[in-house]
């Protein structure tokens, strides 16, 4: 497999078959982390792994807190409201997703069409909770002062990561939302206090006969993000 085919390839996994990820396997995929460039070498991931025993506890204690409706506490804050061209990115998107994995027309006035709209968003939602039922998921850390040029640096090494898993039969997801309980996963895991848990890369071997892993991604055509000037 070659880099463009890898980068080409890779979609997001929100659903695994029941398989364990080895420890050595994990190892080689986050290694890829390390090649990444980051600000004057600074090299600021640190990355925790909860699978097995573990992540089930994290699983159960995640749904414990989401159905007594605790508050989500993630390490980062949420855009509360997105510019025009990324919330319209988005609501194209989850527009496809609907059709494609769930066979939901979102626009529908129907009002059974509109429960089974609202159900498939609390599934979602769950799913999440569960960390998509992965056998492990991948916590990228950094210290708690570092700001954006660091999440620059993290970003890069996550996305060797996910080419990395893919490359060796692997699937990811990148999910906010796996991090809302950051003191749950520092309590569990012995993340130190002075780190920030950035959110979660649930990774597995993906179910290939899952609905939610129909969909591909829409992606802008390269004419419409680049400007060369000579
Ligand atoms: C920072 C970040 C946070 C994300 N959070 C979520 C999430 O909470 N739930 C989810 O289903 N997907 C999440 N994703 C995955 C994106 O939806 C996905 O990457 C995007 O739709 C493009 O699809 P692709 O990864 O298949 O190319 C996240 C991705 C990133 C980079």
Known sequence: MNVMEAIEGRHSVRAFIDKDVSDELLTKV??????????????????????????????????????????????????????????????????????VQWNIDPNSTDPAEQARFAEIRKHMREMSTRFFDAPAVIFPC??????????????????????????????????????CYPDVLRRELGIPGNL??????????????????RDKAVRTPVNEILTIVR
């Open 142 to 179: 950094m210290d708690k002062s570092l700001h954006n040029w660091a999440l620059y640096d993290m970003g890069a090494a996550s996305m060797n990561i996910q080419l990395a898993a893919y490359e060796n039969g692997l699937g990811c997801i990148t999910a906010y939302h796996m991090g």
């Open 30 to 99: 986050v290694s890829a982390a390390t090649c990444a460039p980051s600000w004057a070498c600074t090299r600021p991931w640190i990355y925790y792994v909860a699978a097995g025993d573990k992540l089930k506890k994290i699983r159960e204690e995640y749904l414990r807190l989401d159905a007594e409706g605790v508050e989500k506490n993630n390490d980062l804050f949420t855009m509360p409201k997105w510019p025009e061209r990324e919330n319209n990115n988005q609501l194209e998107w989850g527009r496809q997703r609907c059709r």
């Open 196 to 213: 920030a848990v950035l959110l979660g890369i649930a990774i597995g071997y993906k179910d290939e006969e899952s609905c939610e892993n």
